[in-house]
């Protein structure tokens, strides 16, 4: 997905942390004292707090930096080693206080117990570091806060704001003035109520964050609720209520920093607020799917919002989507063609084909085979825009591009129910593929005429325009 992203470039300020796991087997018990014995047998260390929101901005494909406060130890070392190895440009500033560790004791997936070695940091420490942060290049910034003292906010946000850039925060705490002015707001509920009050119903819950909203100078909240999704509330009052899309859930863990790196990397790309929460909806349901404190990939989500969109990219992908359809007891219909310029005639057309069956897929031409059909000057559009463009119609449920100069091969894996197509088909001998869908056990239907609505037809009278005006 790195076009998605490609222009985003993200800044993560805040408490790194490195999270240390022992594993091992706990068979008896201490002779020493009323305690497991843990016989250790392997050991593991991944990035944590402010260093795993980083983790998860870069797997994206998105240029990130993470700036936080170290010590000179070498859990600071094997912090920087491995968010180098993840893409990730570690901006640690060393004091002469201990790296922030965690390490867990873990027997057959069960904590038995977690020893934190950590020191706050002193002011003057996070003034410094937010000093020496340069938002040069930048596209937004995440405020990582898991108050253990690395982050001054308000120099911060005011830097931010001096260049135009958006800033999003993941909050700690009750007091959220210290956020004043920053873009985005992304409480889990807890900390929200703990802020604001509970609520009972959402027109509720959207009073309550548009009173924050005003008073922090803020432009909207993110409410992360667990299995009831997420509620956007931007500052003009509208609210989005974002469904979680998780399928399955194996491990919560970490889910929230996946959410704002998401978001953060969706409006580091210019996307709305509203795009960008939908976005890190999306992550959101593939990595509470995983076990263990996981990331999304760009590709990963991108696959997401395609099926979710009805857009395509694999032959494989649309056949298995095609026979889930089928086990649910529907139909799927198969219409295939250039569709450079969309028209009424199409629309009409691709209702009544849908009409036909449950399920409308609709094959496009490529480029190229638009070029060798249709002659070098089509198509006008892209196949991008033309899939887009066809993958908003309600009558069509999914699209899919073609390369060869028949959907042929696109017929022989999809096999859809019914095969359709429009024009000046005189009998269904006519339509290529007929004979591979008859022989299945298929139908193959010729709807009436887009005739005189024909893409040719409006480029010619477009021509003939042009030329009429300009003699």
């Given at each position: ?42 050991d ?87 000093d020496?942060?340069s ?87 993110l ?9 956007l ?45 939908e ?16 990331t ?68 496009v ?31 069509v ?25 429009g ?15 008859l ?29 009429d005006?300009?003699?």
């Open positions: 997905m790195s076009h998605m992203f490609s222009a985003s470039r993200v800044m993560v300020v805040g408490d790194v942390m490195l999270d240390r796991y022992w594993h091992g087997d706990a068979g008896r018990i201490s002779p020493e004292a009323p305690v497991p014995v843990v016989r250790v047998t392997h593991e260390i991944r990035p944590g707090g402010a260093a795993n929101v980083a983790l998860n901005v870069s797997s994206l494909g998105v240029d990130v930096g993470c700036a936080g406060i170290v010590g000179h130890d070498a859990d600071a070392d094997l912090l920087e080693q491995m968010l180098n190895n993840h893409n990730v440009n570690p901006l640690f500033m060393r004091v002469e206080q201990r790296t922030i560790t965690k390490l867990r004791v873990l027997s057959q997936a069960h904590q038995m117990i977690r020893l934190d070695f950590e020191t706050p940091f002193d002011a003057s420490s996070a003034k410094a570091l937010a020496s942060v938002l040069d290049g930048m596209t937004a910034i995440v405020l990582s806060d898991y108050a253990k003292g690395s982050l001054e906010p308000r120099s911060l946000i005011q830097k931010a704001r001096a260049s135009k850039i958006p800033v999003v925060v993941d909050p700690k705490g009750t007091d959220f003035e210290k956020y004043h002015g920053a873009t985005l707001l992304t409480p889990n509920r807890a900390e929200f109520e703990a802020v604001c009050g509970s609520w009972t119903n959402d027109l509720e819950l959207v009073r309550k964050a548009l009173a924050l909203i005003n008073g922090l100078d803020i432009e909207a909240i409410v992360t609720r667990s299995e009831q999704g997420m509620t509330i931007e500052r003009d009052g509208s609210a989005h209520q974002l469904a979680t899309m998780a399928r399955e859930v194996a491990d919560v863990t970490g889910a929230g920093d996946t959410v704002i790196a998401a978001v953060a990397a969706g409006l580091g790309a210019g996307m709305s607020l509203a795009a960008s929460a976005l890190a909806n999306h992550a959101a349901g593939i990595v509470v799917s995983k076990s263990g404190t996981a999304v990939s760009g590709r990963e989500l991108e696959s997401a919002l395609s099926v979710d969109y009805g857009i395509f990219h694999s032959v494989a992908d649309i056949a298995v989507w095609a026979e889930k359809c089928r086990a649910k007891g529907e139909k799927v219909v198969l219409t295939n063609g250039c569709f450079d310029i969309l028209h009424a005639g199409h629309v009409a057309y691709l209702r009544e084909a849908a009409s036909l069956g449950d399920r409308l897929i609709v094959a031409n490529s480029d190229a085979s638009v070029a060798r059909l249709k002659g070098p000057e089509r198509p006008l559009n892209t196949v991008e825009r033309r899939l887009q463009v066809l993958a908003g119609l309600e009558a449920d999914a699209v899919i591009a073609f390369e060869d100069d028949t959907p042929i091969p696109l017929i022989d894996i999809v096999r859809p129910d019914i095969l359709v197509k024009g000046d088909y005189k009998s269904i001998e006519e339509v290529v593929g007929y004979e591979r869908v022989g299945y056990g298929g139908d193959v239907k010729v709807l009436g005429e887009v005739g005189a609505l024909s893409t040719s037809h409006l480029i010619a009278k477009i021509r003939q325009t042009d030329s005006s300009t003699n």
